[in-house]
């Protein structure tokens, strides 16, 4: 029997969800037996709570800040616990959404067109260079935190005179802000479950892609933390309805290649917008994705008959597979 440290709350703005998805996993692991899973707030105490846990392997449930920038993954390789999800480095890498972008650019996956600010920067030499860039990318812009999830911190810009406002948001979820050409377009997000033990040398263990799930707000202009995380707030669509076949694969292969070009291990969500000429453009990938109830990830599971149980022991598998190890890749960057 594997006892199982669900790490989950934390500190970060996303704790809400974070105990959500936990408490799911919880209730997978005991349906499944086997297990003996114990729920572990992720507060001040976790190291001494690792250390004297005697646990068998973590299963990261944390979103945002401490569960997907690096923190918790190193510090499950600091006690020599295997841990699920994505390798310390390509996690934090992922997370970081300039630095996911950059490293898209340079695999030739196509995301739009952005640039970044930190606060130290903006404080220092005034918000004219941002004005000047953001006239250069073009209007309608989305302005993000750089290091946030959920959409939390996001703001559409229309024209110049919203830009400080959005900025001002941004900065209030994180130092550096990402600021993005809107592409108009249907948006989806494409689920998909890596390898067992990661793909490592052998060509043939591709990961799995499951079906792409469209994403149409009911009461909102866009995809906001009420609406994904609100029962009946969203329509998701698994498979789409009226995509051309032709263009829903080149959709969902650009996704397997964010995966990919990311070192996305364990599964993974990967959210992208489809434009009118049918070109795909990736937004961002999550290396930690929800599993609550309203959660994209669910939406696809149900969508092809994959009980939660099932995506919970592949997750495991893989975490012992993998063993506490790093994949030391896209950590090495600074900004």
Request: glycine share 10%.
């Amino acid at each position: 029997m594997a006892r199982v440290a669900i790490l989950c709350g934390g500190r970060s703005h996303e704790r809400a969800v974070s105990l959500r998805t936990g408490a799911r996993v919880e209730q997978a692991l005991l349906a499944m037996g086997g297990h003996e899973p114990v729920l572990v707030d992720a507060d001040e105490h976790l190291p001494e709570t690792l250390r004297t846990g005697a646990f068998d392997v973590a299963f990261i449930a944390l979103h945002g800040r401490g569960g997907e920038d690096d923190q918790v993954q190193a510090l499950c390789e600091l006690h020599e616990l295997p841990y699920t999800g994505t390798r310390n480095g390509p996690c934090g890498a992922a997370f970081h959404k300039a630095r996911a972008k950059r490293l898209l650019l340079a695999a030739g996956v196509p995301t739009p067109e952005f640039i970044t600010f930190s606060e130290h920067a903006i404080e220092q030499f005034g918000a004219g260079d941002v004005r000047e860039e953001a006239d250069e990318l073009g209007y309608p812009l989305v302005v993000k935190p750089a290091r946030s999830g959920s959409a939390l911190g996001t703001r559409f810009v229309d024209d110049a005179s919203d830009l400080p406002r959005a900025l001002i948001g941004a900065m209030s979820y994180d130092s550096q802000v990402l600021v993005e050409r809107h592409v108009r377009g249907r948006e989806l997000s494409v689920t998909i479950l890596g390898p067992v033990g990661g793909a490592g040398d052998d060509p043939a263990a591709e990961p799995r892609v499951l079906p792409a799930v469209e994403i149409v707000p009911r009461h909102a202009d866009w995809f906001d933390y009420e609406s994904r995380y609100s029962h009946g707030e969203t329509e998701f669509t698994c498979p789409p309805i009226g995509f051309d076949d032709e263009v829903l694969a080149r959709a969902e292969a650009a996704a397997r290649d964010a995966f990919v070009a990311l070192d996305i291990s364990g599964y993974g969500r990967v959210d992208l917008i489809v434009d009118e000429t049918g070109a795909p453009w990736i937004l961002e990938v999550s290396p930690v994705p929800g599993l609550t109830e309203t959660s994209l990830v669910s939406v696809s599971l149900d969508a092809v008959g994959i009980p939660l149980e099932d995506l919970v022991a592949h997750v495991l598998a893989d975490a012992l597979a993998q063993g506490a190890t790093t994949a030391g890749a896209g950590d090495d960057e600074t900004e």
